[in-house]
């Protein structure tokens, strides 16, 4: 059994970048608290890392979509006396412009990204603040962060607004002995890509260049958390895309070769509003005073 205790807590491992985390995470013989929405595949992992390694997991179903399921995953959160690591992993993208993406979707997307990883840090960060060892926390962001395209609207909002609250979070819990990462990969093979509704074909116009393996996410993650620096990007080349971007002339290039890439910069046609769809509603009349 893994003798110093250490912990971690994962959001989303059941696939990708979050499984990976997992596997890595145990075979240094983390144990772990693995927070997942599909049931059978948690215990199958739980299964898999158990007679593997040599580690305490608990699986917590979740989904993060819903606002009691946060509730409870915060609760096993604020119950442990020790937390190493809390990767706030789970998300999702959606494929579509912001007009014609349904908005439960979107606001879905807002709630797993955004509120849980928001929630899960309040909770974790007395615990952190509280135990002897440092305390680490992964805000899985995203590279999306850094170019502005049509069809990325609420991921990128999403995404933007967990880089910020990681950079100025860090900037109160560092007394606390607490480092936190904003974690931003360009492309990485995972299931994330088809689990999106939309046609995949521009992904074969991707250089290889471009797509970061997954094992090199992680192992770019973990050690950048020996870093000063909150964000990180996995890959030689996409650090200097990230350095590069800061000059306007460059990330007017890199938008343009996006926009190519990803053949997405016709606005869809907006249907003509269903007038049966709109609500009555009374409006208070103005009166004209004389
Ligand atoms: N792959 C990329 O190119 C890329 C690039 C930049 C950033 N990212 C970010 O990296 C993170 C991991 O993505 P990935 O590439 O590893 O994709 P993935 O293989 O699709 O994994 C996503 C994970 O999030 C979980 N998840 C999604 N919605 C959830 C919900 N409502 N409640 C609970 N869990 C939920 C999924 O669970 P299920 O198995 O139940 O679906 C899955 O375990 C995401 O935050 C993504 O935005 C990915």
């Given at each position: 059994m893994n003798e110093n205790n250490s912990l971690a807590v994962i959001t989303?491992?059941?696939?990708?970048i979050g499984k990976a985390f997992a596997q890595e995470l145990a075979n240094q013989g983390y144990n772990l608290v693995l927070v997942a929405r599909n049931k059978p595949k948690l215990q199958e992992l739980i299964r898999e890392l158990t007679d593997k390694f040599n580690v305490k997991i608990k699986g917590v179903d979740a989904d993060l979509s819903v606002a009691e399921d946060i509730a409870k995953v915060e609760k096993v959160i604020s119950s442990?006396?020790?937390?190493?690591l809390l990767i706030n992993n789970a998300g999702f993208g959606v494929g579509g412009y912001f007009i014609e993406v349904p908005l439960s979707k979107q606001l879905d997307m807002l709630t797993v990204h955004l509120n849980s990883t928001i929630r899960f840090c309040r909770a974790a960060i007395p615990v952190m603040a509280n135990q002897k060892v440092k305390g680490n926390i992964i805000n899985v962001a995203s590279f999306a962060v850094f170019i502005d395209v049509p069809g990325n609207v609420m991921y990128s909002t999403t995404k933007s607004a967990v880089v910020h609250f990681s950079k100025t979070l860090q900037c109160e819990v560092k007394d606390y002995n607490i480092k936190i990462q904003a974690l931003c990969p360009v492309f990485?093979?995972?299931?994330f890509h088809e689990s999106?509704?939309?046609?995949?074909?521009?992904?074969?116009?991707?250089?290889?260049?471009f797509w970061t393996p997954v094992d090199d996410v992680i192992n770019s993650s973990l050690n950048g958390l020996?870093?000063?620096?909150v964000i990180c990007i996995p890959g030689r080349f996409n650090k200097l895309i990230y350095w590069f971007n800061k000059f306007p002339l460059f990330s007017i290039l890199i938008q343009k070769l996006t926009l190519m890439l990803n053949n997405r910069d016709k606005a869809p046609v907006i249907n003509e509003i269903d007038e049966k769809k709109k609500e009555k509603v009374s409006l208070v009349e103005s009166e004209v005073v004389d």
């Open positions: 989303g491992p059941t696939s990708g442990l006396s020790r937390i190493d990485t093979p995972t299931s999106i509704n939309r046609d995949l074909s521009f992904m074969k116009n991707i250089p290889d260049f020996h870093s000063g620096s």
